[in-house]
């Protein structure tokens, strides 16, 4: 069965979007895109505007071989992919690329079995807005610091990163003068730690761009249209 070029680059989009954070494994079905690395740090969950397509569910693993293989199809002439289904199942067993004598196998996953939620656990509650002079200052923080994690407060000071060495030294930038509330009943002082290079990573896609921060402390970034929540660690 034939696929579509629209859903094949939507695909690779997620695809793309899931390598940023080192997520390796995702589910692609109706409505619905959803994946988790595999240190549950990060998450990939989107919900709006899915692809529409009649093939069945996606269950993606080893993500990097995939797109490697895409790479390599993709570049024959007359490249087209074809996904089969086998009677009876509801999601791709595998994704079959061709080009111009060239024929590259990929085996999907059963989506029932890939660790991706079905559903946040959150509720967003402030917005902040990004710079690109904080990201820069981030990335250097952090080797200036050789911090793993980063710590994001919004007090009545503003919005600031701090980072700690291992000697508690600190370094501090504030970025945004405050965060902007959801709703009148949000909550817009927190403070809450993330992996210092899974953010860095997420923000380097867009440096002018927003994160929202939910009542218990998760960080949501769009990424290439696609959602990805970033975790808070103790």
Known sequence: MKLDPEVTAYILNVVNTCKIVDIQSVV?????????????????????????????????????????????????????????VKENEDFVRSIIMKGKGTKVDYRCGKPDQIKAPRQINDEMQAIVPLTEEAVNLLQKGASAMGSEFVSIISNDDGVSFELADVNNDVFKHTFADKAIAIDPESKI???????????????????SGTFAVGAKGMLQFPVNG???????QV
Request: charged share 25%; glycine share 4%; hydrophobic share 40%.
């Open 28 to 84: 692609i079905e109706d409505g619905m895109v959803r994946g988790m690395n595999d240190d549950t740090t990060v998450v990939i969950f989107h919900d709006e505007d899915v692809i529409e397509q009649n093939h069945g569910a996606f269950g993606l693993t080893r993500l990097n071989e995939l797109k490697a293989r895409y790479d390599i199809a993709s570049s024959c002439q007359n490249f087209s992919v074809e996904v089969i």
């Open 189 to 207: 002082k927190f403070a809450h730690r993330y992996p210092i290079k899974t953010i860095i990573a997420m923000f380097k896609q867009n440096m």
């Open 226 to 232: 696609l959602n990805l929540y970033l975790l808070p």
